[in-house]
């Protein structure tokens, strides 16, 4: 069902008079692209080609960039428009470049962790995104002490960080 249809059958719904204030109609625009101040490695870019991720859009660009030069980075743009890519980028970038990389990405909800790493694995080549893992409650008891010990990049959610997962990277 389109969402004209879904709208029209919500309006059609006794339960649903009054509920509904307002409807507009915003017409699509074109896609804006933008490059990075600095360009990706070479092995990095062939994986994001491979997927059809290149071009970057212009706000995925300029989040990197922030994020390369170390500045905080929010991001808030609708579903589907590449979000991910925004901080995915830059670690990916760390975890090639900087042997003691490390990074700690915090979801709301052990199913969205399991999802991240899902997508981080299929994005990117198994050399990349080995010593990638989940940190939560269904990690086995004995495979805890090797994330923590080995592991370049924990996806995990707040009922884990009392545990201290993070590894001692210097």
Known sequence: MDISAFVHALLAQPS???????????????????ELEQPLGKDLRSYLEKHKLLPLYTHQAEAI??????MNVMVATSSASGKTLC?????????????????LYLFPTKALA???LRTLRELFDPHLSRGVSTFDGDTPQGERAE?????????TNPDMLHIGILPNHQ
């Open 16 to 34: 649903y008079r009054g509920q509904i204030v307002h409807i507009e109609h915003i017409p699509p625009r074109d896609a804006e692209y933008s």
């Open 87 to 103: 901080y995915n980028i830059p670690v990916m970038e760390s975890i090639l470049t900087e042997p003691a990389s490390c990074a």
């Open 147 to 155: 994330v923590r010990k080995s592991a370049r990049v924990v996806l």
């Open 65 to 70: 960039d922030y994020a390369r030069r170390g």
């Open 114 to 116: 399991q999802d991240q």
